[in-house]
């Protein structure tokens, strides 16, 4: 029972149930598992994704995240669970009105760190995705590839159990990439932390054995 | 500039609501004394044929609280002026026992026409004059006055409470992208509305020190130099500091409720 996500006859359904956009899946996911997720635009993957945090209800089927069932969650456990998810959009979803170093920290203001140890936590995070000089800076004043890495650390703050990334390296440049990957390999080595990634294109850089599921015609099918 | 808006469109309505409730405390304390007059000043004129006790008429109707004889010398004296004494003394013999009798309570009409035929059944009690006409329109008109006040004061009320709200809403949707982010990383409800309560709360707060303000001006300044009777002798009942706190509960509590409503009524996030 090491499955961090499993999923049996799962079916998701946007318009109350009536735009079915995924049918039928079935797969588990094991700690410490690196997930490629690809399809066409408009498969499906981001639907996906979206009810592994809990955004969208299954329609059918059995969808159990961390333990917890997602079809009969309450909002107060989906709020715990969240809090074990370091979730990575494609537009960044930094809060604009923020600092940088505000940003990265934001698990840890909502698991009730001190300040003190915000301010520490920002600096290494920053370390880490190379940001160190831009703490006190708006993400406004960055470039795409500078918030994603913010973005990056931000789900990296907590040590997350599982980390979802939505297209992360969508259209950022090859070096704000690359740190991407590094660290997503890294937590997943190190911490086996659980990932999986939604990406149009698998890096070729890529050192981790790694699992790879396609989304198409609403099923989600493994490639070995 | 566009700060400052923001928070005069949510502290003017919620002054509205201050300044309505501070208006009535006032109102109810300045008046109160004259209300009071109205209730008890009135009385109704008993005569019987031998003297009464106030035993005797509460016996009649538990209504009656006091009792007061007319000094029948007195009347007689200036009924029979220029008459001999041994007229006078005749007229005396002759006269009936006069009461002015006093009530409990603020009775309507019928409840005194009540008490009037209580005392009439009587054989000793000759005549019971109630003067309910009169009296009963001074005390309704100042109560009618008093419920107009409440009403408008409600009024204002509610159409101010609808104006937090709306404003709360543009702050909602001003603020709803970091909430939705926050919600997403499990930050709990009272963290996401963190910033509007903060703010709500603030404002609350600076309500409350303008309708003060407002008060003191009228009490300390104002009320000495208006030339109004009773706004001099009741000065001290203007404005007292315990309003003060009043006020705040109330704003506050306003505050809370327009925030959670606001923060309630959004479904979950949708992107
Ligand atoms: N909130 C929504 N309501 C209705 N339909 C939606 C919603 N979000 C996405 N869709 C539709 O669901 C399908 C899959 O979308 P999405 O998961 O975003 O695809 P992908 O991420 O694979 O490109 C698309 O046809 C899209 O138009
Ligand atoms: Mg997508």
């Known amino acids: ?224 | 500039m566009k700060f400052i808006k923001n928070h005069l469109m949510f502290i003017l309505p919620l002054m509205a609501i201050l300044l309505g409730i501070e208006f009535y405390l006032v109102f109810d304390r300045t008046t109160d004394s004259y209300e009071k007059g109205l209730k008890e000043g009135y009385t109704m004129l008993v005569v019987t044929k031998k003297p009464v006790t106030l035993q005797k008429l509460k016996q009649l109707n538990p209504h009656i609280a006091t009792l007061e004889a007319i000094k029948r010398e007195q009347i007689v004296s200036e009924v029979a002026q220029g008459v001999s004494k041994q007229s006078k003394k005749e007229i005396l013999a002759a006269l009936p026992y006069f009461y002015n009798v006093g009530l409990d309570s603020y009775l309507g009409t019928s409840a005194l026409e009540k008490i009037k035929k209580d005392l009439e059944k009587d054989s000793n009690i000759k005549r019971v004059e109630t003067f309910g006409s009169s009296y009963s329109s001074a005390y309704r008109l100042f109560a009618f006055i008093k419920f107009l006040l409440k009403v408008f004061i409600g009024f204002m009320g509610i159409v101010s409470l609808f104006l937090i709200i709306k404003q709360m809403e543009i702050w909602k949707y001003a603020h709803r992208e970091r909430m939705q982010v926050m919600e997403i990383f499990g930050a709990p409800l009272m963290l996401r509305a963190g910033v509007l309560f903060k703010v709500a709360i603030f404002d609350a707060f600076i309500a409350t020190l303008l309708t003060s303000a407002v008060f003191l001006y009228v009490k300390f300044v104002w009320a000495a130099q208006s030339g109004i009777d009773l706004m001099m002798q009741k000065q001290d009942d203007l404005f007292k500091m315990t309003d003060m706190a009043i006020l705040l509960g109330v704003a506050l509590l306003l505050v809370i409720v327009a925030v959670y409503t606001v923060v309630f009524s959004s479904k979950g996030v949708q992107e």
């Open chain 1, 1 to 224: 029972m090491s499955n961090v996500i499993s999923a049996k006859n799962l079916t998701l359904a946007y318009d109350n149930g009536r735009k079915e956009i995924i049918k039928n899946a079935s797969f588990n996911i094991k700690k410490g598992d690196f997930v490629f997720i690809t399809g066409p635009s408009g498969s499906g993957k981001s639907t996906l994704l979206k009810s592994l945090y809990g955004q969208l209800k299954p329609k059918e089927g059995n969808l159990v995240v961390g333990g917890r069932d997602l079809a009969n969650i309450s909002s107060r456990q989906l709020q715990e669970l969240r809090t074990h998810m370091g979730i990575i959009f494609q537009d960044y979803k930094l809060i604009n009105e923020w600092t940088v170093a505000k940003n990265v920290v934001l698990p840890l203001m909502i698991a009730g760190y001190s300040l003190d140890v915000q301010e520490t936590q920002a600096h290494r995070l920053l370390k880490h995705v190379k940001l160190s000089e831009h703490a006190d800076k708006y993400p406004l004043e960055l470039s795409g590839g500078e918030q994603q890495r913010v973005g990056v650390a931000r789900a990296l703050a907590k040590n997350p159990v599982v980390i979802l990334a939505d297209e992360p390296t969508g259209n950022l440049d090859d070096y704000s990439s690359n740190v991407i990957w590094d660290l997503m390999e890294n937590a997943c080595q190190q911490l086996e932390t659980t990932v999986l990634v939604v990406t149009h294109k698998i890096p070729t850089i890529f050192s981790l054995p790694y699992r790879h599921f396609i989304i198409e015609s609403k099923g989600v099918y493994e490639v070995h």
